[in-house]
């Protein structure tokens, strides 16, 4: 394999290769050198994961830690200076490993199994007709992340964990404040304590006067603290609305600007669940995740040495042609069996049969109701989330034709 790409400074951030393709800079990384080093901005000399095998490889290797606690924190992007070990933060098991990870984890599997998700899926039809009918009452243009994209997951997630909808402006805020990039630790932990506030009060509530819903069913586990059950609720408030919402506004406006695809979806709904795993192969909302490398390992025939902080690209590995053929092209009869949209390993997404239910059910709701949608703004004047940890679209201006009254 060749080694000619020169070492990057600071991680590539930029979409110059369109609003859906990974950076340039990453692409040529992958196809030369898909285990890069990465000189950090504060000077430490990590890695860039991009390659398919590799990044699979090393997402299923415990060497390769996802504690935060372990080492100087190094950031990637921007002018972040290194930072102390942040302290392992109690039922926060996305920066855990075995055993710790394994234990908390345990308590969700029964709550998250593809039988209780499949009884959920009347419940988010439900939720997303109501959310179409609210939607078809008003006049576009409108911002289908406010109206659409975002409530759905949130109602759905709000319902399964006993969290009152009512409160939503508080978590959505707060969360998407800590999803920034470019903000001050202070202002983002600012926002992180204000979320955990709010849920150690509702859990402690919940052990108090437990109800049918996720929390109370893990507040009845007395071998976990009221500081668990915050962390835990945390996770899974912030991954169960922004992570689907991200995917259901830049999945459409990947359909709206793919209109082939848009068409065949529309033309055979049997289509839809391999469509789902297609835009999450193709968009990877989720992309950017850090490892920590406790030994030497030897990985794509380099050596990360212990210590070295590992960024891992998952949009760059779910566009790899040693994977995929034609990974840039959006094909919806793709069979994208494999991908890495939801991670691999032991922190695969927990709660990847909801999304894809969630998914499933909104994108074939949306087409089916609104068949003549299509952007209101140009393409290249709907905003990106560039500058956030989780990829997508802060508004999606839409507009349709109205069916004539009857």
Same mark, same amino acid.
Request: charged share 25%; glycine share 6%.
């Given at each position: 394999?060749?080694?000619t790409?020169?070492?990057?400074?600071?991680?590539?951030?930029e979409?110059?290769a369109?609003?859906?393709?990974?950076p340039?800079?990453?692409?040529?990384?992958r196809?030369t050198?898909p285990?890069?080093p990465l000189?950090?901005p504060?000077g430490?000399? %990590?890695?860039l994961?991009t390659?398919?095998?590799e990044?699979?490889q090393?997402?299923?290797?415990?060497?390769?830690?996802s504690?935060?606690d372990?080492?100087?924190?190094?950031v990637?992007y %921007?002018?972040v200076?290194?930072?102390?070990?942040?302290?392992?933060?109690?039922?926060l098991?996305?920066?855990?490993?075995?055993?710790d990870?394994?234990?908390?984890?345990?308590?969700?599997?029964?709550?998250f199994?593809v039988?209780r998700?499949?009884q959920?899926?009347e419940r988010?039809a439900?939720?997303?007709?109501?959310?179409?009918?609210?939607l078809?009452?008003l006049?576009?243009?409108?911002?289908l992340?406010?109206?659409?994209?975002?409530?759905v997951?949130?109602?759905v997630?709000?319902?399964l964990?006993g969290?009152?909808y009512?409160?939503?402006e508080?978590?959505?805020?707060?969360?998407?404040?800590?999803?920034e990039?470019?903000?001050?630790?202070?202002?983002k932990m600012?926002?992180?304590h204000?979320m955990?506030a709010?849920?150690?009060e509702?859990?402690t509530r919940?052990r108090?006067?437990?109800?049918?819903?996720?929390?109370?069913d893990?507040?009845?586990?007395?071998?976990l603290?009221?500081?668990?059950?915050?962390?835990?609720?945390?996770?899974l408030?912030?991954?169960?609305h922004?992570?689907?919402a991200?995917?259901?506004?830049?999945?459409?406006f990947?359909?709206?600007?793919?209109?082939?695809?848009?068409?065949?979806?529309?033309a055979?709904?049997?289509?839809l669940?391999?469509a789902?795993?297609?835009?999450m192969?193709y968009l990877?909302v989720a992309d950017?995740?850090?490892r920590?490398?406790?030994e030497?390992?030897e990985?794509?025939?380099?050596?990360?040495?212990r %210590?070295c902080?590992?960024?891992v690209?998952?949009?760059a590995?779910?566009?790899?042609?040693?994977?995929?053929?034609?990974?840039?092209?959006?094909?919806?009869r793709?069979?994208?069996?494999?991908?890495? %949209?939801?991670?691999?390993?032991?922190?695969?997404?927990?709660?990847?049969?909801?999304?894809?239910?969630?998914?499933?059910a909104?994108f074939?709701?949306?087409?089916?109701?609104f068949?003549?949608?299509?952007?209101?703004?140009p393409?290249?004047?709907?905003?990106l989330?560039?500058?956030?940890?989780?990829?997508g679209v802060h508004?999606?201006?839409?507009?349709?034709?109205?069916?004539?009254?009857?």
């Amino acid at each position: 394999m060749t080694r000619t790409a020169d070492i990057p400074h600071g991680l590539p951030v930029e979409r110059d290769a369109g609003p859906f393709d990974p950076p340039r800079r990453i692409s040529d990384l992958r196809a030369t050198r898909p285990v890069s080093p990465l000189i950090f901005p504060d000077g430490h000399e %990590g890695w860039l994961v991009t390659g398919y095998d590799e990044v699979r490889q090393l997402l299923a290797d415990t060497r390769f830690s996802s504690r935060q606690d372990i080492g100087v924190l190094h950031v990637p992007y %921007g002018d972040v200076a290194a930072t102390e070990p942040s302290p392992q933060v109690p039922g926060l098991f996305i920066a855990m490993d075995p055993p710790d990870h394994t234990r908390l984890r345990r308590k969700l599997t029964g709550a998250f199994t593809v039988k209780r998700m499949k009884q959920l899926e009347e419940r988010v039809a439900e939720i997303v007709a109501r959310q179409l009918d609210e939607l078809a009452t008003l006049t576009p243009p409108v911002d289908l992340v406010e109206r659409f994209a975002l409530p759905v997951p949130s109602l759905v997630i709000c319902e399964l964990l006993g969290v009152p909808y009512a409160d939503r402006e508080t978590f959505q805020v707060n969360s998407a404040r800590f999803l920034e990039r470019d903000v001050a630790i202070d202002e983002k932990m600012a926002a992180y304590h204000a979320m955990t506030a709010y849920l150690a009060e509702l859990v402690t509530r919940k052990r108090a006067d437990p109800d049918e819903d996720l929390l109370s069913d893990l507040a009845r586990h007395d071998d976990l603290t009221v500081e668990e059950l915050t962390g835990v609720a945390f996770l899974l408030l912030l991954a169960g609305h922004e992570t689907t919402a991200n995917v259901l506004a830049l999945g459409t406006f990947a359909l709206l600007e793919h209109p082939g695809q848009l068409a065949a979806l529309r033309a055979d709904a049997d289509l839809l669940p391999g469509a789902v795993e297609e835009l999450m192969r193709y968009l990877s909302v989720a992309d950017i995740f850090y490892r920590y490398a406790t030994e030497d390992i030897e990985l794509g025939g380099e050596t990360i040495g212990r %210590g070295c902080t590992v960024v891992v690209s998952l949009l760059a590995a779910n566009r790899d042609p040693r994977r995929f053929e034609d990974p840039d092209a959006l094909d919806v009869r793709r069979a994208a069996r494999g991908h890495l %949209g939801f991670g691999h390993g032991v922190h695969q997404c927990l709660g990847q049969q909801l999304a894809r239910i969630e998914l499933r059910a909104g994108f074939a709701g949306l087409l089916r109701r609104f068949p003549t949608l299509r952007l209101a703004v140009p393409a290249d004047r709907v905003r990106l989330k560039s500058d956030m940890n989780l990829y997508g679209v802060h508004e999606l201006p839409v507009t349709w034709t109205p069916a004539a009254p009857a």
